[in-house]
Every structure is written in structure tokens, then in C-alpha cells.
């Protein structure tokens, strides 16, 4: 027998509802992925480049031209500038840059602290590097730190904490005010951050996205993690970057080195001619999705779910304890059947199982999709 090192990881319940939906030929709303393709010029460009033969391995740090636009983006946006040369690293998707920052920071028995509910790459990636995951719960219905916890929660083991703005899945921005205090705590307690903000274009109603690349003392000590696959509806193309200072990038791409080397290189040259030609696409972005959130929450006013206001990334999450009592798990295998449209149950991003009868829905789907899923919701 292997003993394993992820005693608690079995099948994702992205893979299972995915798997789930298939089977009952329903609307899929669980996993996270856009029912639409990227910019056509994005594609064509990445034809052109297999084409004529630009095939082979990229520089290990990512294709130059991509990492100076991205450094030309990280101003635009933030008005903060990074070096392209010592800062960026281009990963396979932001799952692969996660991983490798945490492994980069974490020694056995560090403790590094996650806020659930939690995306579900960060605790094994902790766990495989030796470290202790603590999890602390956000504030029920409002998904906002506690404060005091997480003071109380900081010890001589903490090294580091892990945060998601936009947030998956509670859909919440973390404010200016968080920010400040967060880095205050990090500098303070010489602790290290992973800010994972693969949803960093999608905020909705005028809200700011507050990057740590605005808080220039906390971005020293911070891994800044995006994805490529999310800002260009191109999620199969596992395509992220990760920015952290020079000293911090250096053990980065020690690891980054050794788990991918480099990543898909037509992409990653047809991104940066991309991202030259159609600079507005990330300003754009937050708009195109807050028209998929209205349309969604208008066709399901009058359903009996509550849903919960979204201000950033493409999901929402629903309260449905007017509908039924079943375990959060179980009505989504019911909903799915019954129903015919899958959804994620809220309790399998907490690590203590919590369930407060919520689901969450992805709405990055075209509005055909959106309006047949709102009337199989409002029958309920
Ligand atoms: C919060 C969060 N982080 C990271 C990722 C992974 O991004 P990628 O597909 O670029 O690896 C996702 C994807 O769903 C996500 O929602």
C-alpha cells in the first residue's frame, strides 16, 4: 500500500457535479468556466504561432513580450512598477503559481493561515510542503475577516496567510480598510502573504479591485497571483503568473523550474500581442459580467431562492432553506436531478463542514443558458 500524503482528498465536487451534470443533462452552473470563448484575435494568433513553429520551450520566467505587458497592465491598473525581468513569473495557470508560492514559503510545521470558505488548491498544497493549514471561518452571511480571530490566530509558527479577492465563492471584495490592515499585520508579524486574485478584472458596481499591488510595504512581501485563464474565457489553457518582488521570485522560479519549467508558448506570445492591441479588454471585463449577474438576479427574483449580492468574481451564491432542508451536498445532487441544473454546495469550502443551506451558481453563461436555468429554478 502507498500511504498517502492527502488523506483527506478524494474526487473534487468541481469534477463530481461537472460529472453529475453530464450524466443528467443538466445546466451546469457548478464548476467556474465561461460558456464562451476568448478574443478571436487571441485564437488566430495562437494558430499563427504553432503554425510557423514557435514550439518549443519558453524562457523558464515566461515569454518576454508577455511579461513586459503584463507589467505595463500591473501599472495601468495599480500605477505600480515591477521589473518584467526579476518580478514576473508566467505559470500553468494560477493553480500551478499557488502552489509554487506556497511551496517557496512554507517549511514543515509552519502554519500558514486560510480564510474559509476557501478555494480547495490552498490546504493541500500547505499540507504537501510540510505546513499546517488554520482555518479560520469568515463572518457568517456578511463573509468578512473577523479580526479578532485572526489576531488571536498569529503565533511565532504563522508564516504566512493566504487571501482571495474577488472572492471565490462568497462573490465579496476585501475593502481598502482590510488591506491596510492586513498589511499592517503582515509587516508587523514579518509574515508573508499569497493573494490569489485570479478574478481581479470582474468587480462589479463601480467597486475598486484593492490589489496588494496598491499597498506597496504589503506587495513586498506578497506572492500576487492571476490567471489568464479567467480574464480571457480561456480557462483550459492553464496559463497564470505570479508577481513578487525580486528576493521572493527568485525562490519562485527555483521551485517553478522544476515543476513545469516554462509553460505553452504559442499562448503565451499570442497573449502578449493580445493584451498590445486590446488594452481596454480588462477595463471591459467588470461590465460585460455585472450584465450576466443583473440578467441572473433579475430572471430569479421570483424564485424562492434568496441570492446574495455579488460584487466580484462570476459566481453567486443562493440560500434555498425556503426551498428545502437537505444537507447543502444533498440538495445539490437533488437539484441536479430534479431540477436539472448543478450548483456547488457552500459546506465543501469550509474546512468544518459548515452548512448554511447556500449554494453557489456560476453565471459566466451565455443568456440563453442563464434564462433556461432561471425557469427550471423558479418551478421549485
Ligand atoms: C479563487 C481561484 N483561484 C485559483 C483558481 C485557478 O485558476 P487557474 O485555472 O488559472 O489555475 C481558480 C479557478 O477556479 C479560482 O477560482
Not at 10 to 28: E, K, P, R, V
Not at 161 to 188: G, K, Q
Request: net charge negative; glycine share 4%; proline share 6%.
Amino acid at each position: 500500500m502507498l500511504p498517502t500524503k492527502l488523506p483527506h482528498v478524494g474526487t473534487t465536487i468541481f469534477s463530481q457535479m461537472s460529472a453529475l451534470a453530464q450524466q443528467h443533462d443538466a445546466i451546469n452552473l457548478s464548476q467556474g468556466f465561461p460558456e464562451f470563448d476568448g478574443p478571436e484575435l487571441l485564437k488566430r494568433k495562437t494558430q499563427e504561432y504553432i503554425q510557423n513553429g514557435m514550439n518549443q520551450y519558453a524562457p523558464m520566467p515566461g515569454v518576454l513580450p508577455l511579461r513586459e505587458q503584463i507589467k505595463e497592465l500591473i501599472f495601468r491598473c495599480y500605477q505600480r512598477d515591477v521589473s518584467a525581468d526579476t518580478d514576473i513569473t508566467v505559470t500553468s495557470g494560477a493553480t500551478e503559481a499557488l502552489f509554487v508560492a506556497i511551496q517557496a514559503v512554507v517549511q514543515p510545521g509552519d502554519e500558514v493561515i486560510v480564510f474559509d470558505p476557501a478555494y480547495d488548491s490552498y490546504d493541500p498544497a500547505i499540507t504537501l510542503a510540510g505546513g499546517v493549514p488554520v482555518h479560520l471561518e469568515l463572518t457568517p452571511g456578511a463573509y468578512r475577516i473577523d479580526w479578532n480571530a485572526l489576531n488571536s490566530a498569529i503565533n511565532e509558527r504563522t508564516k504566512a496567510i493566504v487571501i482571495n479577492t474577488p472572492h471565490n465563492p462568497s462573490a465579496t471584495c476585501l475593502s481598502y480598510d482590510d488591506l491596510s490592515r492586513l498589511e499592517a499585520l503582515v509587516c508587523d508579524n514579518e509574515l508573508f502573504l499569497i493573494s490569489d486574485e485570479v478574478y481581479e478584472h470582474i468587480t462589479f458596481d463601480g467597486i475598486l479591485h484593492q490589489s496588494v499591488h496598491r499597498f506597496e510595504r504589503l506587495a513586498a512581501r506578497s506572492f500576487i497571483v492571476s490567471s489568464f485563464g479567467k480574464t480571457y474565457h480561456m480557462t483550459g489553457w492553464k496559463l497564470g503568473y505570479c508577481v513578487a518582488p525580486k528576493n521572493l521570485s527568485t525562490e519562485f522560479r527555483k521551485i517553478h523550474q522544476y515543476v513545469t519549467f516554462s509553460s505553452f508558448t504559442p499562448a503565451q506570445l499570442a497573449l502578449a500581442d493580445v493584451m498590445m492591441a486590446q488594452p481596454d479588454h480588462c477595463s471591459e471585463l467588470g461590465y460585460m459580467y455585472q450584465d450576466k449577474r443583473d440578467l441572473f438576479n433579475q430572471l430569479m427574483e421570483n424564485s424562492r431562492f434568496k441570492l446574495l449580492p455579488s460584487s466580484g468574481s462570476y459566481f453567486v451564491l443562493a440560500d434555498y432553506s425556503d426551498i428545502s432542508d437537505l444537507p447543502d451536498t444533498e440538495f445539490c445532487i437533488w437539484l441536479t436531478e430534479n431540477a436539472g441544473v448543478a450548483a456547488i454546495p457552500m459546506s465543501v469550502f469550509f474546512a468544518s463542514g459548515r452548512d448554511d443551506k447556500v449554494i453557489r451558481f456560476c453565471f459566466a453563461k451565455r443568456p440563453h443558458t442563464l434564462k433556461e436555468a432561471a425557469k427550471r429554478l423558479g418551478q421549485l
